[in-house]
């Protein structure tokens, strides 16, 4: 069996004001798997995904392809692992649609050709080629959602993290995501609250409370297992049970 | 603060806006200006670059944001008639002078690029007149005051201080500019004067909020309050109304010695009216006594609002007065009448 | 927030639009220069509103919406003007056999050149887009630092702007605009701290979004301007329009007419 793409031992992290937000994670992921992140409000989603992504330096290991996670190389995996937030206006910041897809190639050192590759890429497919030149605040939502997954795609990361994607979405442009990230690629760690959306994309869950993992499997027996929903302040979830659409 | 007619749901009407146009000045003096207010923020983009993690300053920017919209959030004064906040003094006390004449500089630039307030070549002239001395010396003056871990009614008065010093001595600016220009030809003392008197209770208004949000900042997120956070205390009964009385007094003696100080000039005004005849061109048909003399004086008669008062500081006064109030009525008749829209669907 | 004000005709299409935005910063900058070197009683000549007229009309930009916005920033002007046809006693020669008084003469040159200069203004902001205008700012040696503020600033306004007016509808939801000045005035103090606190967290947000993405302390923007035969034709256009006119007043103030 080839190394896991992500390999977490004993990730431990503590908020400055004293907060333990993670409490001893360990986990594996391999090439290609799509894994669901779920867990009641503030069980450490975030904590982790960040973690993850090396812009909060715990304790423990953090290995994204063999490459430990450590202060000094942390730059280097930049590219490698791709972190989608909660907020869309927090990751388009640049003038025009364009430049934020751009922004990450950009500081890569790719060259100007290959910008524009990479931008036109990214663009088609969220289906954003309309609004390059367009503001951040021309777009809604939904289209706002998708540029920053797309921002993010640029830099074609081989491991793509993403805290709550449907969150603030509209029945339509919810489905139309999940349409997208069924179609790409990519490692997926997706945290939801969202069942469906994990149901829907993710064969297996991970299930996090007060900053430890406490179940690990395939979706249909977690998410369908009540009491340990139930334990940890979710729903269940079942095959062929879909939100409101 | 600055004074405006609100409409429920369009930006601001201002009204005391000190924003000069491009035309109120020549070109040396504009440009002028210019080059001695880049040189000053370049200054205070160093200093900034030196105390803030230089990764971060970019983001400054994103304070440009929130003055503009904490412009948006209105302090009633009198029925249809609002203030608001124009910041330079609580920038400064909040992130310390340099920073925040880079904000203000941000915001007069966008103010002239987005919304045509000021023109493009005064732009030397406004960023000095309500930003760089506003903060720079309503900072030098609240530290001055405040001193060490001041207790409320200290900090009231520091920022009091400051803040009237800051707005008065920047509106002073205006009309040295325009008489440095000498494009209209206004008497500086009167000019001087109106400006100054205005701004005392602009500034006055803006001492009351700034006070308010520093009051509200220091109780609800101290450590938000960065630069200047060891400094305050939690201000703890708020703004008590002997302070904000002690200040409205402060601000009447002031404005009644401006008052009087103006119309004290309608003596020296008058001699300037008698002086026509000494001018240039009159002076060569003086002797003829032909009709352009007399043209000139009828002409005079007819401006004057009352025959009798030739005097200019009523005149001025009521000109004033006359603009204020068209000016008013415009904004009036622009603001839409219906109530504040429900929030439109997002997306 | 209702960007029907900003941006709202900077996505059109047209001649003017698509010139290079240094082009357009140079011609009105020009432009604004010789209209506040014409002598303190000097009228401008009717052809000084050819510029901007071109610049407008070429532009799709209607009339009333350069009347409008000029209006609301006239104030100050308008009070300065009225103030110098007060107190500007001094007799000036107005063509042959006319003296007026220096105050009206003033107060119609400046509000003339004021209107002329707005409509110029106008015309500059309103054909070109907002990140264009600053790209051509930068190009043309405006200080990097400076313009990247502008291009946050620009970018977090309406988000800012807008959390404002929620805030405001919900005070307004909860008092119905009504109650003691002491008790909105607190109130209103409040809501700007909620604002500035919300602005640092956003600051911070935006600044882990950035490093997440490969920023190390140099923001790098790609597409570069460049100048087509249009805007050298048009640079040249203004540059030669300009010197005609002001050679012309010059001419004319020798000729002491």
Known sequence: MSDPLLDIQGLAYTYADGTPALRGVDLAVAEGEKVGLVGPNGSGKSTLLMCVSGLFIGKGTVRVEGVELTSSRVKAIRGRVGLVFQSPDDQLFMPTLADDLAFGPVNLGLSDAQVQQRVSEAASQMSLTAMLDRPPHHLSMGQKRNAAIASVLAMQPVLLLMDEPSSNLDPRSRRRLIEVLASLDATMVIAAHDLALVGRLCRRVMVIDEGRIVADGATTEILGNATLMKEHGLEVWQQGTESVE | MAGEVTAPDERPFVMLAMHMANELLTPGVAVGFIALSAAVLALASWQTRVRFDPARVPLMGVMGAFVFAAQMINFPVLPGTSGHLVGAVLLAILLGPHAATLVMASILIVQCLIFQDGGLLALGTNILNMGIIPCYLGYAVFVGVAGRQPRAGRLYAAVFVATMVGMVAGAAMVPLEVVLSGVAAVPLPQFLLIMIGLHLLVGLGEAIITFLVVGYLSKARPESLGLVGERLQPAGAGLSSGAVLASFLVVALLLGGVVSLFASQFPDALESRTSVEDAPGAAMVKPNENEIIVGVSELQERTAPLPDYKSTSFSGVVGTLITLSVVWLIGVSLRRRRQEPAEPARE | ?257
């Open chain 3, 1 to 257: 927030m209702h960007h029907h004000y900003i941006d709202r005709f900077a996505y059109q299409d047209s001649p003017i639009h698509r010139l290079d935005p240094r082009a357009k910063i140079l011609g009105v900058l020009a432009y604004s220069v010789v209209l506040i070197s014409l002598g303190r009683h000097e009228l401008p000549a009717a052809w000084y509103a050819v510029f901007p007229a071109i610049l407008l009309l070429w532009g799709g930009i209607p009339l009333w919406f350069v009347a409008k916005h000029t209006l609301i920033v006239s104030p100050f002007v308008v009070c300065l003007v009225v103030f110098s046809a007060i107190f500007d006693a001094e007799p000036v020669r107005v063509g042959a056999s006319l003296t007026v008084r220096g105050g009206w003469v003033t107060a119609s040159t400046v509000m003339i050149r004021f209107i002329l200069g707005m409509a110029a203004l106008i015309a500059l902001a309103s054909t070109t887009r907002f990140p264009e205008l600053l790209k051509g700012l930068e190009n043309l040696g405006v200080p990097r630092l400076l313009v990247t503020q502008l291009r946050f600033l620009y970018r977090y306004l309406f988000l800012l702007a807008d959390q404002a007016m929620h805030l405001r509808q919900a005070r307004r939801a909860r008092d119905g605009g009504r109650g003691p000045l002491r008790w909105r005035w607190r109130s209103s103090a409040g809501l700007i701290g909620v604002l500035f606190v919300r602005t640092l967290e956003q600051a911070e947000r935006t600044h882990l979004a950035m490093i997440a993405r490969g920023y190390d302390g140099t923001i790098r923007l790609t597409r570069p301007l460049r100048f087509q035969d249009a805007d050298w034709l048009f640079l040249a256009a203004t540059a030669a329009y300009l010197i005609l006119l002001r050679g012309g007043h010059a001419l004319r103030g020798l000729a002491g007419v």
